[in-house]
């Protein structure tokens, strides 16, 4: 029992002498060999040297004391390494740091503005190792050096990052090469000071993400970097130093942000529950983070597709390469006019001007009076909108916010600010305008059921007693079984209130003529623009076709597909269209594709995916062979025309009256196996094409035009399809079924009732 207690006695003494030689100091005649550490007085961080994993270079260097795993956050020597372990640092007299080889020669040293009397180097609780000056009193030290004004790749609570105008230091992050090879990496991140000052993110020289300029509240790109209940950021610009640097609200955090090999600046947190490093955030954040994604005066918001929009008063050009945007009227100078816009990052300001002390209606003046000056905004809203900033050339590298407090003025031609100002008037009348359309299109297709509903019961009635059943009875009468629950769930409208909305049925209002009568748009709310009404025209008219370019046509293919999906899978019940088609699809004046025409529409009740008819109704070129032939459908029927319309959304032809000896589908099919298929592309679209996408896309086609139904994906699949990077599965035989087999073969028993060469829907009886 004495033997314990003695041995417990001898364990304390022996821990008491380990901790007493923790010292957190370096001086002139206690230099650190390889092998041996100091400790911050707090035990959070250690100096020593070490080897990255997978190194046999040893570097002299900063990591968290007490964390299993070895986290560096500052290296004296990252682009000269030892190799051996036979290195020394040494604080010299003048106050220098210099580490020493094997053969006693200088591999890196601090540096000194002067020479010290009794310098002593100190490794802090922050990570900072610094070297003092003091006098052997004991009293109030000068700062010689420290290691925080010499980043690596890390960013650490209470550190500086940015310049110092005075003496020119650059303070700023460059990434690690690779994880075993600390030597400086292609990233950096640092102040830009052209300018208002901002902070880039730069891959070699190219920037690759820009926080952009801070507003007094956070940077207006990187509204995730602001005041939270972890960190607070301060960012200082005067006329000796712009810096910005972060200060933890909870001292007791582990917390770095670091830029990653990979150009990610990140910030990461130690769990001490789970023992491990945890990553909450990063930037950049998404595509529109990416510099200038977008070209100029376009706004990038990845929630949009595609994502890059021309700002209000600017238009597509095709004079900037990035697809960026020209003005829609020119400037005039002294005619001009501003027009505020919110929740945008607020451009490049490497070409910008700013000063302080003006306020945001001289500023105005100010921009005003220069004609080159496009654009100006308050420096600093963190109280009242303060300060002037100006830009003066084209407007780069703006991305869309949901909310931000952030406005900036662009300079537009006065009779533009006019326009853009009554139509934004208009907007709140446009929502309202909306919830009223879409009321009219539901009330219109309630109206259209009711009377086919009605017309129905009619006719049924006329036809009792007769023996004469026809197939479209059958065919009608099923729509209505399971149609009738949808009605009872839809809202009812009055006939009056569709008389007033469709201007008491006007032919103006007219917009075509669907299987069960007559579709109408309501009066005061334009649902298409006359010249852009609908999809088929743009493959008729060359030169609208030319308006269709890669991206809207993708676009245009995604839109469809998430319809189809809709009806196919998403509505309450499963809806086959059955007459898929160009001529269907409905183009907005924003290019939105909307599926119409449901003349022929089934709905599927419960578990049933299958259907029969001897009534085959359907357009030439988009029916899949099982449904010509045995009248047989499903949802897969509508894969095989939507695979139709993919080809030819590609192409620019049409399945049918395509010039060559096989139909588009063969053709198609033939390139693709013989690894051309990107020939198919429609040629005026080859220029803004990505071929990967283009080839997956004829792909994903090919697939939904199998010739067996089974084969052919669900519309669920086509969506992960085109979304996805995902492999796809080889395409089977296409169902090459035309038309010219149909009217060819005598020994067929079909028979058709109207045939014309356009794309009219026909109605095919079948005589068995
Ligand atoms: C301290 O080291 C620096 C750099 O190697 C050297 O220039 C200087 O002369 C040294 N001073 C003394 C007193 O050794
Ligand atoms: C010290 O060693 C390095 C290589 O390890 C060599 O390049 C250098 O010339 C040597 N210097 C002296 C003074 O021997
Ligand atoms: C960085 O790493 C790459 C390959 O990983 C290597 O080729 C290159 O030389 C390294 N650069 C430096 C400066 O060590
Ligand atoms: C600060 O963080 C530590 C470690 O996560 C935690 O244990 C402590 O409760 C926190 N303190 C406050 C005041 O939030
Ligand atoms: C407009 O501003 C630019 C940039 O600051 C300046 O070079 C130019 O002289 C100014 N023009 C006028 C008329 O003030």
């Known amino acids: 029992m004495e033997g314990f207690t003695l041995l417990l006695f001898g364990l304390a003494v022996l821990k008491t002498i380990a901790a007493a030689t923790l010292r957190d100091t370096i001086n002139t005649l206690q230099p650190i060999n390889d092998g041996q550490i100091i400790v911050s007085a707090g035990e959070v961080f250690a100096l ?11 570097y002299l260097g900063i990591w968290y004391y007490k964390i299993p795993i070895q986290t560096v956050v500052w290296i004296a020597n990252r682009d000269n390494p030892l190799t051996d372990s036979s290195g020394v640092l040494k604080l010299n007299e003048t106050g220098l740091l210099v580490l020493l080889n094997h053969n006693k020669s200088v591999i890196w040293s601090s540096s000194t503005t002067r020479s010290a009397h009794y310098p002593i180097g100190k490794l802090l609780n922050s990570g900072n190792f610094i070297v003092q000056d003091g006098n052997n009193n004991n009293e109030p030290k000068d700062l010689l050096w420290q ?14 990052l940015g310049r110092n105008l005075i003496t020119g230091l650059n303070r700023y992050l460059s990434s690690w090469n690779t994880s075993d090879d600390p030597s400086r990496g292609k990233y950096s991140h640092q102040i830009d000071t052209a300018g208002y000052p901002q902070f880039v993110i730069r891959e070699g020289t190219v920037k690759r993400f820009r926080f952009g300029s801070w507003n007094g509240i956070q940077f207006s790109g990187a509204p995730q970097v602001k005041q939270n209940s972890i960190f607070r950021f301060i960012f200082v610009s005067n006329e000796e130093e712009i810096y910005v640097k972060y200060d933890l609200i ?5 917390h770095r942000l670091v830029l990653a090999t990979d150009g990610f600046l990140t910030g990461i947190s130690w769990s001490y529950e789970e023992n491990v490093w945890r990553e909450f955030a990063r930037v950049p954040v998404d595509d529109c983070d990416y510099y200038e994604k977008c070209g100029a005066h376009a706004k990038c918001n990845i929630n949009n597709f595609p994502p890059c929009n021309c700002l209000e008063g600017f238009v597509h050009s095709r004079q900037y390469t990035n697809g960026g945007c020209v003005r829609r009227t020119s400037l005039s100078c002294y005619g001009d006019g501003f027009l505020k816009f919110s929740g945008l990052k607020l451009p490049d300001t490497e070409r910008s001007w700013f000063d302080r002390s003006i306020s945001l209606e001289d500023c105005r003046i100010l921009c005003m009076k220069n004609c080159s000056c496009t654009a100006y905004a308050a420096l600093d809203i963190s109280k009242e909108p303060t300060g002037c900033l100006v830009w003066f050339n084209d407007l780069i590298d703006i991305k869309e916010f949901t909310e931000s407090d952030q406005d900036i003025y662009i300079r537009m031609a006065g009779t533009e600010v006019e326009a853009i100002q009554s139509m934004q008037s208009h907007k709140s009348n446009i929502r309202k305008q909306k919830t009223i359309i879409i009321s009219c299109v539901l009330s219109i297709g309630i109206l259209l059921l009711c009377l086919t509903f009605i017309i129905h019961r009619q006719w049924r009635t006329r036809q009792k007693g007769r023996k004469m059943k026809s197939d479209l009875e059958e065919d009608a009468s099923v729509t209505n079984e399971h149609g009738n629950e949808d009605v009872v769930e839809l809202p009812m409208f009055d006939l009056s209130i569709i008389r007033s909305a469709t201007n008491n049925f006007t032919l103006e209002n007219k917009l075509g003529e669907g299987g069960f009568g007559s579709v109408y748009k309501c009066s005061n709310f334009r649902i298409l623009p006359e010249k852009e009404s609908n999809m088929a025209t743009f493959f008729a008219d060359e030169k609208k076709s030319v308006l269709l370019d890669w991206p809207r046509r993708l676009h245009i293919v995604n839109g469809i597909a998430r319809g189809l999906l809709y009806l196919h899978e998403d509505s309450r019940h499963r809806i086959v269209h059955r007459d898929l088609k160009a001529g269907n699809v ?3 004046c924003e290019m939105n594709p909307k599926i119409s025409d449901f003349g ?7 578990n049933e995916t299958e259907a029969n008819t001897k009534h085959v109704v359907g357009t030439y070129g988009y029916m899949p062979p099982e449904y010509i032939i045995d009248g047989a459908y499903s949802t897969k029927s509508d894969v095989f025309s939507f695979g139709v319309l993919i080809l030819e959304i590609v192409s620019g032809k049409k399945n049918r009256g395509f010039g060559h000896q096989d139909n588009l589908l063969a053709h198609a099919w033939r390139l693709f196996t013989e690894g051309k298929c990107t020939e ?11 071929l990967s996408a283009a080839v997956r896309l004829i792909h994903v086609g090919l697939l939904c035009v199998q010739l067996c139904p089974d084969d052919r994906p669900s ?13 796809l599965p080889q395409p089977k035989l296409p169902g090459l079924f035309t038309t010219r087999n149909l009217v060819g073969d005598s020994s067929s028993s079909v028979s058709y009732q109207q045939y014309s060469n356009n794309d009219m829907t026909v109605s095919i009886m079948s005589a068995r």
């Open 586 to 588: 409905l183009l907005d």
């Open 600 to 606: 022929l529409a089934r709905s599927f009740g419960g």
């Open 715 to 727: 519309m669920s699949s086509v969506v992960l399809m085109l979304s996805s990077e995902s492999t």
């Open 147 to 160: 290691s925080f004004d010499y980043p690596v790749d890390t960013f650490l609570p209470q550190q500086k």
């Open 250 to 254: 909870n001292k007791s955090v582990l």
């Open 48 to 58: 020593g040297f070490f080897s990255p994993s997978n190194s046999k270079g040893r």
């Open 680 to 690: 198919i592309v429609y040629a005026t679209i080859r220029d803004s094409l990505n």
